[in-house]
């Protein structure tokens, strides 16, 4: 995905295979469903080893068993447009907000 874009902290604190993970689900999200069905804050939640996406507007959640041992972390994907409509994502911490 060409306009993904992760915070300082994400570069240095997450797993790599994690940010792997996430940027794959948030781009299989957006190339399949309609602009409108995508909430602008994506929540990837990391516990027990398994990841919950989810979203609140429309109300979406999926549940997957990761591979690995991971330490329990909350993650956000945030879009925004600039003028001309253009869209990105930026992968951050919620402390990072």
Known sequence: MENLHITKGIGE?????????VSILLEEKISKLP????????????????????????EQSEEYILQGNFKNTKIWAVRNEDINFNETWKIMFPEEY
Request: no cysteine; charged share 35%; hydrophobic share 40%.
């Open 35 to 58: 602009k409108e069905d995508i909430d602008y804050l994506q929540i990837f939640e990391v516990k027990n080893n398994k990841l919950l996406h989810r979203q609140e507007v429309p």
């Open 13 to 21: 604190n997450l797993d790599l295979r994690l940010l792997i993970t």
